[in-house]
């Protein structure tokens, strides 16, 4: 069974649309995180979440937005999409946020805007 | 500034020849230091982590890297590549947490 789900796999948006990217972990870990991979950029991380609080913000547009409803839940709110923000994005989590503990990844959400 | 850096953006070797993959840190502190592995349309996996000891760090699929606090390095290993080997390398620093722009390896056959 996937111990990272990411909701959906695909996703086709046009410009100026909001989405909203869904990252479950079952792995009863306590810090999850988003990140983004695309051709123009290798993989760059974007936010880090401990015990359900933002901890470290890497991306400096406020049209991402994290929000996490559950412990286990670390979904990514997406507005204004531009064709810039097609990438994939990819879900991980891990035991506590540092040290030396290892992230978990999920299989990532192919973002593609029009 | 913590950071990691990998000099080499693609790496191309024979398969069957020794491979070395090259990560610098910056940290301020005692690093924990990872390599992840990303196949071809997929996420990123674990090979080996190191955070103190023995600085030769042994991973799966015959991997180590060594630690080298002298030089800032992580360098990654392996003796003899494989076609199932060729694939994106990142080495990572736990602190924020700071990814290298990762070295696509490809082995030829």
């Known amino acids: 069974d996937p111990k990272i789900i990411q909701k959906p796999k695909y996703l086709v948006a046009v410009t100026g649309s909001e989405k909203i990217l869904i990252c479950e972990q079952y792995l009863g870990h306590n810090a999850m995180y988003w990140y983004r991979q695309s051709a123009k950029k290798p993989l760059e991380f974007m936010f880090s979440?401990?015990?359900?609080?933002?901890?470290d913000n890497q991306t400096a547009s406020s049209r991402f937005q994290p929000q996490s409803s559950k412990k286990n839940h670390l979904d990514l709110q997406i507005t204004a999409l531009k064709p810039d923000d097609s990438a994939t994005y990819f879900c991980?989590?891990?035991?506590?946020?540092?040290?030396?503990?290892?992230?978990?990844f999920g299989p990532g959400t192919r973002l593609t805007v029009l | 500034a913590q950071s990691v850096t990998q000099p080499d953006a693609r790496v191309t070797v024979s398969e069957g020849a020794s491979l070395q993959l090259r990560c610098k840190y910056s940290s301020s502190g005692t690093p924990y230091l990872f390599w992840y592995v990303q196949y071809p349309r997929q996420g990123l996996q674990l090979l080996l982590k190191y955070y103190s000891g023995d600085p030769v760090v042994q991973g799966v699929n015959g991997f180590e890297a060594e630690f080298s606090k002298s030089n800032s390095s992580f360098h990654l290993r392996k003796a003899s590549v494989h076609w199932s080997d060729s694939a994106v390398y990142f080495c990572?620093?736990?602190?924020?947490?700071?990814f290298g722009a990762g070295t696509k390896l490809s082995v030829k056959p």
């Open positions: 990572v620093l736990s602190d924020a947490p700071r």
């Open positions: 991980a989590s891990s035991q506590e946020r540092l040290g030396n503990y290892e992230q978990y």
């Open positions: 979440y401990s015990y359900q609080k933002l901890m």
